[in-house]
């Protein structure tokens, strides 16, 4: 009995059994292997083994009676060993299956997980690769047969429009690791995330979609390993089907991969209920199988020539176009096949509103490089159930012409790279290099980026129709210096990574203040302290109050840090994790962030989709309103000119946005080392300026208790502060 078309790749439950289908187009032979549990079995596992009918199409399939849920399988795959030509096929080395919706095991780093021969110090024996014979079955994870052809869950999808999306990104166990109002089995778990206290934060602080760092299946890298660290990101994907099970709850892990599938499914749910979207984090760039000489665990052994590109050389390499060993080969179809497969099933059988694509230029290049009308990118586009959801690029790559940002395709959202440096350079670097007489940058970049960033995204045929929320605005991300750590570090300090300090970025645009890492001298601390916590109010303000889409790094709005490690990919701990024992400055900061939110949700000029033209509003302008959508001035309230754009000199200006609803927003922005007078701009007649917001103010509620008027008339002279900002409204 076969209940599904042989395209239908993967192991599903079929009638008395399951169907089998496996693409591996250059193999001779390939087994299906059934694996149990045995005690007295040398490994533990006892296996049968079915031979699949094939290849057609370069893929072998089987209908298998007697097979149920819960059934731990892999796959055997015989043909040429020819290192040259790129195939390294070793039926002792039990294979997952790419489609594999659940997953259980972890891999015991050791010589038999890699399909070659290594020496005592676990390098390659010889000069050229010889086949290892030992069997791997006891020290890789398995796929597992699970149950997805049934769910009674609605898709109850909050549809957030993107003009009103703010995205908070965070790690499912480093969320809730430390939430002491969690029960503690339910701390750092896919439940944990889910639970009413968790959803409480997000939905005060005024989040509407959460992105989640890597879900899908993953293990470490050997050299962490060795280490004894683990990949605690996860980009280093296993599986693209079945849901990492290091998330769930013990109970969960226990019962096994169905469990594990409804503890993600009802997650997903129960944020859905409560109004957050659900976007991964997907990595189809690369897989945890490393570079040419890698462990051998899945798509290497299976067809290695097809999934992975290669170089071209003689003997074959792996093309490594994402600093992880190897690169997915989107020229061929069914890679393009299998992320739209794995796609469709995180969207329709789990229910996530979208995917923010790790490297994604990768999965845009053909022959000639990247274009934004690759097959992937096109049917992402169009596909009827994938074209209605969230998708954001992160718009590089480490290949040829990798760095792509602007480049890709609406619907695409991108993350804004421009954004987070020229943010950065204006409020940390530039002051840094000022306090020591260099000359920054003036207002010109960050008045681009405040205004949505129409240089990068506004292109196209026809131009502007991507809009503002194309750009992904953030200052900080899980890759970099959280914000406390902005202000506090110029230097990265990885040494907790066991690679000498030498991983992590050197560009990190910050400053430390004056001191590098923590205040311990109390005098010195009355000093730098105040200013660190004031630029981090301006930092996050300059965030949520531009034009575009924010993105909020999880702990940001807790003041969490990582001790200046700029890469912490490999910290599953403390410092990692959120701290949610907070202090007088850390409580101030989450209520200032909730402030910020609450501003941008009420008032329509920070939520704009279109760019703004600097023209009336059309329909305000019939009702006599001539005043243009977005109007930059100077601190004494003349307009903006040429020369003043263009003087790097000038560090200080008034930027009005007003609605369609006549609406307005003044931002008043303090770039200098010393305060400066500005003087409020006029608007319509009666017009008044009511005080919404100052960074200066260590709580929100504390704006406007220094003396000055909380609402002033056009023409007012206010004293603004060093290196401060605030925002009034009309």
Not at 601 to 618: F, K, S
Request: charged share 20%.
């Amino acid at each position: 009995m076969r209940c599904s078309r042989q395209s239908r790749l993967g192991v599903r439950l079929c009638g008395d059994g399951i169907d089998v289908a496996v693409l591996a187009s250059h193999a001779e032979a390939v087994d299906l292997c059934l694996l149990d549990r045995d005690p007295a079995s040398p490994d533990g596992w006892t296996e049968r083994r079915i031979r699949l009918d094939g290849p057609r199409f370069g893929v072998w399939s089987a209908h298998v009676p007697a097979v149920d849920v819960g059934q731990h399988s892999g796959f055997r795959a015989h043909g040429r060993w020819d290192p040259d030509a790129g195939t390294r096929y070793n039926p002792a080395k039990l294979l997952v299956d790419p489609y594999a919706r659940g997953i259980e095991g972890d891999l015991v780093l050791g010589p038999v997980v890699y399909g070659h021969q290594l020496d005592e110090n676990d390098h390659m024996l010889g000069s050229t690769p010889q086949p290892d014979d030992g069997d791997s079955r006891a020290a890789v994870p398995h796929a597992v047969v699970i149950d997805d052809r049934f769910d009674a869950s609605p898709l109850n999808r909050p549809w957030v429009p993107w003009a009103d999306t703010v995205i908070y990104e965070a790690h499912v166990r480093g969320i809730t690791r430390q939430l002491r109002d969690l029960p503690p089995h339910l701390r750092g778990t896919y439940a944990g995330l889910a639970h009413p206290v968790t959803i409480a934060h997000l939905r005060a602080l005024g989040i509407t979609t959460l992105e989640l760092l890597p879900i899908q299946a993953a293990v470490s890298e050997p050299h962490l390993l060795s280490r004894g660290l683990t990949n605690y990101w996860g980009y280093n994907t296993l599986g693209f089907f079945a849901p990492d099970a290091r998330y769930a709850t013990p109970d969960a892990r226990a019962a096994g991969a169905q469990a594990v599938l409804a503890e993600v499914k009802g997650m997903v749910h129960l944020l859905h209920e409560a109004g957050i979207e659900v976007l991964l984090d997907v990595v189809y760039n690369h897989t945890c199988e490393g570079g040419t000489n890698g462990p051998q665990l899945s798509f290497r052994g299976l067809d290695p020539t097809v999934y992975y590109l290669h170089d071209g050389a003689t003997p074959a390499r792996f093309a490594d176009l994402t600093g992880c060993g190897n690169t997915l080969d989107f020229r061929r179809p069914r890679v393009v096949q299998l992320a739209l497969d794995s796609l469709r099933y995180w969207a329709t059988e789990i229910g996530v509103d979208g995917f923010r694509f790790d490297l994604a230029v990768t999965l845009g290049r053909d022959d000639a490089g990247f274009t934004p009308r690759h097959p992937f990118l096109v049917a992402l586009q169009t596909d009827p159930v994938l074209g209605e959801l969230k998708h954001i690029a992160e718009p590089w790559d480490l290949g040829p012409g990798g760095w792509r940002t602007g480049a890709f395709p609406g619907p695409f959202a991108e993350w804004n790279d421009r954004f987070r440096d020229g943010v950065r350079d204006f409020w940390l670097h530039d002051p840094g290099q000022a306090a020591h007489g260099r000359r920054g940058t003036g207002v010109r970049e960050l008045a681009t980026r405040l205004a949505g960033s129409v240089d990068m995204f506004g292109h196209g045929d026809p131009p502007l129709q991507r809009g503002v929320v194309s750009s992904v605005n953030y200052v900080t991300a899980h890759d970099g210096f959280p914000l406390a750590d902005l202000v506090a570090y110029e230097h990265k300090h990885n040494e907790a990574n066991g690679e000498g300090n030498r991983d992590g970025s050197d560009g990190n645009h910050s400053w430390n203040h004056g001191i590098e890492g923590p205040v311990h001298d109390p005098v010195l601390g009355l000093e730098i302290l105040p200013l660190r916590q004031q630029s981090i109010r301006n930092l996050l303000g300059t965030l949520v109050l531009s034009a575009g889409t924010p993105m909020i790094t999880a702990g940001d709005e807790l003041g969490r840090t990582q001790q200046g490690n700029n890469n912490a990919y490999c910290q599953d701990n403390p410092m990692s994790w959120l701290d949610w024992d907070l202090g007088e400055d850390e409580g101030n900061l989450l209520a200032t962030t909730r402030h910020l939110l609450r501003l941008r949700h009420t008032q329509p000029a920070l939520r704009q989709w279109n760019y703004y033209m600097g023209r009336p509003v059309p329909s305000r302008a019939a009702e006599g309103d001539t005043r243009p959508d977005l109007d930059w001035r100077l601190p004494d309230a003349s307009p903006m000119t040429h020369a003043t754009w263009h003087d790097v000199g000038v560090r200080s200006l008034q930027m009005i946005r007003t609605a369609r609803d006549g609406s307005s927003v003044l931002l008043i922005i303090n770039g200098a080392l010393d305060p400066v007078e500005f003087v409020l701009p006029d608007g319509l007649p009666d017009v008044m300026w009511h005080l919404a917001w100052d960074s200066t103010a260590e709580h929100p509620d504390l704006a406007g208790t220094n003396g000055e008027p909380r609402n002033a008339p056009p023409g007012t002279r206010l004293l603004v502060e060093a290196l401060s900002m605030r925002v009034y409204t009309a």
